[in-house]
């Protein structure tokens, strides 16, 4: 490119440059495009190879179109290179400005990264400019800075050029060249590309109107004599949600006329239980389970769906409600909640159902001592827990500094959690009886259950089990939970009682148990030994069970077994 007659090869060369400009922005789709810059570089800058590396939507970039060789276009077209590599690749050799030039000497590192390449070899540069087969040069493709502020734009491809037809590194024109050709070359592609989109979106405004034709008809047809009910309501204004029109499957679910549902709302109608799910339901794509009144005074429990009927000029118009029959499922959803939560032999709570309602009267926050004379004052207008979080002086007054503000008031979120409703579980202190009521957790093992199950059968065994359920649940209170822990392990949550109280319960309870059982024909009898544990705020339902479980050992242990073996 740069000879003795260095201005007559510039002037040819601008001729070409304009020629092969004027192709790139008159090519018809992308991928044209795309082989177009690619040419050009071969016909136009007097290169051998030329490849048009495009960055892909994840970041990548993809070997998009090559020229000048057959063989090389076959190898590398629609191979990726990942964006680490190329970026590596624009930080390494020399800067000639927009350009990225990386000898031989220093490109050889790049041999076996991820980028696809050719491969060519030759003897050593004869002199300082020759071009080595293994040099490599590329030219960064950026989009136009649309703020006109200058710098680059994002980086949108990558040229990859190599051996320059006079066998010479560009000069200083060479590389002008090049660098204001990858210029016009990323303003061709990003163009091409902005055709193709404008393209794909009229393709698809126009199947999209066709589609909207086509289906009015359709939405018409489905509406009426869809199988699950639909109405149509008002959005907006003063009559916001007023039914206007409704389907014949939504009118006998309810048992109401059409003529009469275009008096009422879904608010109207709606459990006044539910009608805070109701509100809460948005209108477009809002989804809610809730029950609505039918004409006979009953409810019935349905899933609604809601999505918007937009008109194309003002807008959306109506809330189109999708009401979904789903009483069987809610009915067969508690049927499985209890299955899961309640033992499938006794029928009483199972473990898990156990340590949730074990849990929900526990916190994080520890037993404490009885709080000061503020605190009780505190306690009776239902700011207990807001109180805990104060130091109290000997007398019981909150201490303060001089500027009359309380000290210790913690400022983190755990202050606020004390606003809550929880009541603070405590237990009796000491193993005297104290007067003070708490959760006793009554940990209760059966006493020669295992000889019944090898002498009788499993069989048996079941039927024993289940009687002394019901045995416990007669013989606690209506709010106590009586829970079968597995096996022949039982757990009683007896709220409200002090140590002798508990004590007392755990004697009627191995009373009612050690009667002969009848099984078979047969009778056979079971003992029972039973530990006491209590529960309070900083315990986990874990905790409290181990605690009850080895009181219970100890009490087991401390009987002969004469008398812990009922038979």
Not at 22 to 31: C, H, I, K, V, Y
Not at 118 to 137: C, N, V
Not at 253 to 259: K, V
Request: glycine share 10%.
């Amino acid at each position: 490119m740069e000879t003795e007659s260095e201005p007559y090869v510039r002037l040819a060369t601008l001729r070409q440059l304009h020629q092969v400009m004027a192709d790139m922005n008159t090519a018809r789709s992308l991928a044209d495009t795309l082989q177009t810059v690619a040419d050009g570089v071969v016909t136009g800058l007097g290169y051998e190879l030329a490849c048009v590396n495009l960055v892909r939507p994840d970041g990548d970039l993809v070997a998009a179109a090559l020229a000048g060789n057959p063989a090389a276009e076959a190898l590398i077209t629609g191979r990726v290179g990942s964006r680490a590599s190329w970026d590596r690749r624009l930080t390494m050799g020399e800067a000639w400005g927009d350009l990225r030039f990386i000898p031989h000497t220093e490109g050889w590192v790049l041999d076996e990264d991820d980028v696809p390449q050719w491969y060519t070899d030759g003897p050593a540069p004869r002199f300082e400019d020759e071009w080595h087969p293994s040099d490599r040069l590329f030219a960064p493709m950026y989009t136009p800075n649309v703020s006109g502020a200058g710098g680059r734009g994002e980086l949108i491809g990558v040229l990859s050029v190599d051996r320059p037809r006079n066998g010479r590194r560009p000069g200083a024109w060479g590389r002008e060249a090049l660098q204001m050709y990858a210029f016009q070359a990323a303003i061709a592609i990003s163009n091409a590309r902005l055709r193709a989109n404008m393209q794909r979106a009229l393709v698809r405004l126009e199947r999209e109107q066709q589609a909207l034709r086509a289906s009015e008809e359709s939405f018409r047809q489905a509406f009426e004599y869809a199988p699950s009910g639909m109405a149509i309501a008002e959005m907006g204004g003063d009559q916001h949600g007023r039914i206007l029109r409704t389907n014949d499957a939504l009118c006998r679910l309810l048992g109401r006329p059409a003529s009469a549902m275009r008096r009422y709302s879904f608010s109207d109608l709606v459990h006044p239980e539910d009608i805070g799910t109701l509100l809460r339901t948005s209108a477009e794509g809002g989804r809610a389970e809730l029950r609505l009144g039918r004409r006979d005074g009953t409810y019935v429990w349905v899933h609604l769906r809601n999505s918007v009927v937009a008109d194309a000029a003002d807008g959306p118009r109506f809330l189109l409600t999708h009401v979904e029959d789903i009483e069987d499922r809610k009915r067969r959803e508690l049927q499985l909640a209890h299955r899961a939560s309640h033992d499938a032999l006794t029928g009483l709570p199972n473990s898990a159902e156990l340590r949730s309602r074990l849990g929900a009267r526990l916190c994080q926050r520890p037993q404490s001592l009885p709080p000061g004379a503020v605190a009780s004052l505190d306690a009776a207008y239902g700011h207990a827990d807001f109180a805990g979080d104060y130091d109290y002086d000997d007398n019981g007054h909150p201490a303060y500094d001089g500027n009359g503000h309380g000290f210790d008031f913690r400022a983190d979120a755990e202050a606020f959690e004390a606003f809550d409703h929880h009541v603070h579980t405590v237990a009796p202190e000491g193993e005297t009886d104290d007067g003070t009521k708490g959760l006793a957790v009554l940990f209760c093992d059966l006493d020669g259950f295992k000889s019944i199950n090898d002498r009788f059968g499993h069989n048996a065994g079941d039927e024993v089990l289940i009687e002394v359920a019901r045995r416990l649940t007669h013989g606690v209170r209506d709010g106590d939970t009586v829970a079968r822990l597995g096996g022949d392990e039982f757990v009683v949550l007896a709220d409200g009682l002090g140590r002798a109280d508990a004590q007392d319960l755990a004697v009627r309870l191995r009373n009612a148990i050690i009667p002969p059982i009848r099984v078979d024909g047969r009778a056979v009898r079971v003992g029972a030994s039973f530990g006491i544990g209590w529960a309070h705020c900083g315990m986990t339902a874990d905790e409290v069970l181990k605690s009850a479980d080895e009181r219970m050992y100890v009490e087991k242990r401390s009987r002969p077994k004469q008398h812990r073996r009922a038979g």
